[in-house]
């Protein structure tokens, strides 16, 4: 039980550590795919420290929600990387405490308080942006139910190490019809989830058209810096979640060996980079939809969710 508390605390430890680094990584792609030459990968690093070191400047408007969001949105990664696969392929202390949708839940949460607290400070832009993510949310939790409704067909459970067990593991399962559709419509999911385009611009700086990143506009110093990785460690969760759980365990640890779990962390930073890679390629091929054409793309993605259901339900 020991190992499995610390190989629990481990994978913490690397969604916290390196989910700067998958962002930094990210942005660097896009603008050399764009012939730029871009920021280097540990520009996220820096911003941080800076950010940490400089004084926090709070409107007098604001009330304690303003104040305790950006914790509850840095908290609610941390709790979602106990509940899935992130280097082991087997059960670890906290694994049955909470399934898919309980991570999903946990993950809204800390998106519920960022709203909350965009619209605390009185300035125009926050709620404005806050009013759009929750569109946003609107459209995309019914597809992320229909998404584990299917899922819980396959594996007879919501767990995401029982959801890995059952259905990818076996390679036949990775081809069927439903399973394909699943993973479009999660990946879908991630680039509205995470603020991405075509639904929106994470290197945008014009106020009016922000979506996700308005919310902590009144955010300066270690709220700042909080918020900021927040958001990075949500993206790197997605992709874990979409990776280990949906796509495939490669990477992952099998043995109960120290040397084999520490092996499964460039191994599955690997797979992520990869994943990076062609996300990057999606977004540099995309315009940014206008702020009602994101009903269509989500649309899509719900219809493709319930597809991919009927189509599980028909195989059965």
């Not at 795919?33 to 709070?58: A, C, F, M, N, T």
């Not at 409704?149 to 399962?173: D, E, K």
């Not at 700086?205 to 990785?229: H, V």
């Not at 796509?247 to 980079?273: Q, Y």
Request: net charge neutral; proline share 5%; hydrophobic share 55%.
């Amino acid at each position: 039980m020991a190992e499995r508390i610390l190989y629990n605390l481990l994978q913490v430890f690397v969604v916290v550590a390196f989910a700067p680094l998958v962002e930094g990584v990210t942005s660097r792609l896009k603008e050399n795919l764009q012939s730029k030459r871009g920021p280097s990968i540990v520009q996220p690093y820096r911003d941080l420290w800076k950010l940490l070191h400089k004084d926090e400047i709070v409107s007098e408007h604001s009330s304690w929600i303003f104040r305790a969001a950006p914790y509850v949105a840095f908290t609610a990664p941390v709790f979602v990387a106990l509940l899935i696969p992130v280097l082991t392929q087997y059960p670890l202390f906290f694994a049955f405490m909470g399934d898919m949708l309980g991570g999903g839940f946990i993950l809204a949460l800390g998106g519920f308080f960022a709203t909350l607290a965009a619209v605390d400070t009185a300035n125009p832009y926050g709620p404005m942006g806050a009013s759009r993510t929750r569109m946003v949310g609107f459209l995309a939790e019914p597809v992320f139910i229909v998404v584990f409704l299917t899922v819980s067909f396959v594996a007879g459970s919501t767990i995401p190490y029982i959801v890995q067990l059952r259905w990818v593991s076996p390679i036949a399962n990775f081809f069927e019809p439903s399973h394909v559709l699943l993973l479009i419509a999660f990946l879908m999911l991630i680039l509205a989830e995470d603020g991405r385009i075509p639904v929106d611009s994470p290197s945008g700086l014009f106020e009016l058209a922000m979506i996700d990143r308005s919310k902590s506009l009144e955010y300066s110093g270690r709220g700042a810096a909080l918020m900021k990785w927040a958001g990075a460690m949500k993206f790197l969760v997605l992709i874990c979640i979409f990776l280990n759980v949906l796509v495939t365990p490669w990477g992952l640890a099998h043995g109960m060996g120290l040397a084999e779990v520490l092996l499964a962390i460039p191994m599955v930073l690997l797979k992520i980079f990869g994943f990076v890679l062609v996300l990057v390629y999606i977004e540099s091929s995309l315009a940014k939809l206008r702020l009602f054409r994101i009903t269509e793309f989500l649309g899509a993605a719900f219809v493709i969710s319930v597809v991919a259901m009927i189509t599980r339900l028909s195989e059965i």
